[in-house]
């Protein structure tokens, strides 16, 4: 109304109508969430799954005051009592073998949360790669995050050609029948159930690998566990040069990179996921080593190095060209 | 050779032939380099115009040694004896009005680069952005790699539909022919004559703003000068949020930002830019405003906070969504 008001008075006084709209329309949208690094003659694309964004939980760091949190949250730019958690798996091109490491939140998390999360399948066509041509998805752990992108809406594998590789301490733990009956109802009980519903329908098509094993070709498997009894993280190597795919060993650097005494709720025994965060980072800062946190800032990568008593984590430089 | 012995050896035992090569090739090519980010109402597209890597020159600072300066790139984690400049112009729709704030390498760059400079059309492109619909050109200051883009490789307006404006001082200083006789041969000269090259084709298009006035709705043109006579950074704000688009107030913050006293070669007053530098960064800092770099990597905003004698630059979390 004051637009059509403003355009009438300059009529009115003889003055031109100056125009009260860009040309362009806002975009409205954001760049398509995938970046591509080389490590040596491999091929890394991150691609995001999305962000969750919640009012931050009381027990969100189950040793530390919300207020400790709320702190954390504040020094590093982030508005505070809210928590915002992303999702950033990797393709790798090995040259032998396009694998793909952990999936995504899935196409139901997708429709609830209106396309907020569940963005692997939108961003990896935005990257130029077809499901199809995926040859092998391998499974750091078992949390609804990381496995429930491994089937479409109609319960089909979402990637019809690859191999399913998983850490068998992981299946171990999860499809014990033993381990379901004693796990306590709500959060666990449901992981159980959901692990269940994830692999039944492919069942045919996962292996289990080893740690310290190549699962793929210059992909090491790395026991990290804690988060979960059987967590796994990675060393992609190729001519010289390496990246340590964490997985889980921390969430939001912000947190827990900087505090790594700090016990995140969701890591299952939180005092062995503390030793394996130091032990881990101790080694990538001494060996300044690259990482990619899998819930880091998209993309994703940078190097962790320490400061006092914990570390920090200095993302990489974002290259225009690969 | 090895892969089609292998395939024969493989077909000899009796042994399914393994594919040497995953389905999909390598891609080879980097994402798009655009991000968007909104201020209040103002939606903000960063649009990268590339980067230029080469040998680290001797006086690449020029009050440190180069040793010095091989040290803050190791700490950064990047490679010692190289230096990589990027260069990331803004487009901003405020409303009423598409404003790009400066233009990139330009045609004759992008051709002598093989494209790693002067991306900017093809980045806007990307982004959905038509060079006519830009309303208006904003300029910082009159180097190269801000202006060069204003023309198209034939020399015509590359942004036909759009104001130029421009620092008053700067082109007080620029376009002063007293000014251009005293100028040191080589690298100045050069200046003044290719500011010449630029502004006479689009002259009648251009305007001439002033220090501490809005520029575009929203846009509050700042004196920033040192690194050039005329040199301005910009508050963009709206809805009760800011973000200082600081232009050149440092170049690479792993250098200049870390180091404020450090004496960039391209600083025409080295003293004076660095007086400006600590200024800036103190007002940001202790206001906790977001800064936008040309200089800084891809999407080249995050914050500036106090550390020892120096500043040190926390990139902003890139969000999936806008």
Same mark, same amino acid.
């Given at each position: 109304?004051?637009?059509?008001?403003?355009?009438?008075?300059?009529?009115?006084?003889?003055?031109?109508?100056?125009?009260?709209?860009?040309?362009?329309p806002a975009a409205g949208k954001q760049a398509p969430g995938f970046y591509r690094y080389k490590v040596g003659d491999i091929e890394v694309t991150v691609v995001t799954d999305g962000a969750r964004v919640f009012p931050l939980p009381d027990d969100m760091v189950s040793n530390v005051k919300?207020?400790? $949190? /709320?702190?954390? !949250?504040? &020094?590093?730019?982030? @508005?505070?009592?809210?928590?915002?958690? +992303?999702?950033? *798996?990797?393709?790798?091109?090995?040259?032998?073998?396009?694998?793909?490491?952990?999936?995504?939140?899935?196409?139901?998390?997708?429709?609830?949360?209106?396309?907020?999360?569940?963005?692997?399948?939108?961003?990896?066509?935005?990257?130029?790669?077809?499901?199809?041509?995926?040859?092998?998805?391998?499974?750091?752990?078992?949390?609804?995050?990381? $496995? /429930?992108?491994? !089937?479409? &809406?109609?319960?089909? @594998?979402?990637?019809?050609?690859?191999? +399913?590789?998983? *850490?068998?301490?992981?299946?171990?733990?999860?499809?014990?029948?033993?381990?379901?009956?004693?796990?306590?109802?709500?959060r666990m009980e449901g992981l159980f159930k959901n692990n269940r519903r994830v692999f039944d329908p492919i069942k045919s098509k996962v292996t289990q690998y080893e740690w310290k094993k190549e699962v793929a070709p210059g992909v090491t498997a790395i026991e990290s566990v804690g988060h979960?009894?059987?967590?796994?993280?990675?060393?992609?190597?190729?001519?010289?040069?390496?990246?340590?795919?964490?997985?889980?060993?921390?969430?939001?650097?912000?947190?827990?990179?900087?505090?790594?005494?700090?016990?995140?709720?969701?890591?299952?025994?939180?005092?062995?996921?503390?030793?394996?965060?130091?032990?881990?980072?101790?080694?990538?800062?001494?060996?300044?080593?690259?990482?990619?946190?899998?819930?880091?800032?998209?993309?994703?990568?940078?190097?962790?190095?320490?400061?006092?008593?914990?570390?920090?984590?200095?993302?990489?430089?974002?290259?225009?060209?690969?």
């Amino acid at each position: 109304m004051a637009a059509t008001a403003g355009v009438g008075a300059a009529a009115a006084f003889g003055l031109p109508a100056a125009p009260t709209r860009a040309a362009a329309p806002a975009a409205g949208k954001q760049a398509p969430g995938f970046y591509r690094y080389k490590v040596g003659d491999i091929e890394v694309t991150v691609v995001t799954d999305g962000a969750r964004v919640f009012p931050l939980p009381d027990d969100m760091v189950s040793n530390v005051k919300k207020e400790e $949190v /709320n702190k954390a !949250l504040e &020094a590093a730019y982030m @508005p505070k009592d809210q928590m915002t958690i +992303v999702f950033n *798996p990797v393709v790798i091109n090995t040259g032998s073998k396009l694998v793909l490491i952990d999936t995504g939140n899935g196409p139901d998390a997708f429709k609830q949360s209106n396309g907020a999360v569940g963005a692997v399948p939108t961003n990896l066509a935005a990257a130029g790669i077809d499901p199809k041509q995926i040859d092998m998805v391998i499974i750091s752990h078992f949390h609804g995050d990381h $496995v /429930n992108g491994l !089937l479409t &809406a109609d319960g089909q @594998p979402a990637y019809p050609n690859a191999e +399913v590789t998983v *850490p068998a301490a992981e299946w171990k733990f999860w499809m014990d029948d033993g381990e379901m009956s004693r796990a306590p109802k709500g959060r666990m009980e449901g992981l159980f159930k959901n692990n269940r519903r994830v692999f039944d329908p492919i069942k045919s098509k996962v292996t289990q690998y080893e740690w310290k094993k190549e699962v793929a070709p210059g992909v090491t498997a790395i026991e990290s566990v804690g988060h979960t009894p059987g967590h796994t993280s990675y060393v992609i190597s190729s001519g010289g040069k390496s990246v340590f795919v964490q997985s889980d060993v921390t969430n939001h650097p912000a947190l827990f990179v900087r505090h790594p005494d700090w016990h995140l709720t969701f890591d299952q025994d939180a005092k062995k996921a503390e030793e394996t965060r130091r032990k881990v980072y101790d080694m990538v800062s001494a060996e300044k080593m690259p990482v990619h946190g899998f819930h880091y800032p998209f993309p994703s990568v940078g190097h962790v190095e320490k400061d006092g008593s914990g570390y920090r984590y200095v993302p990489a430089n974002w290259s225009p060209v690969l």
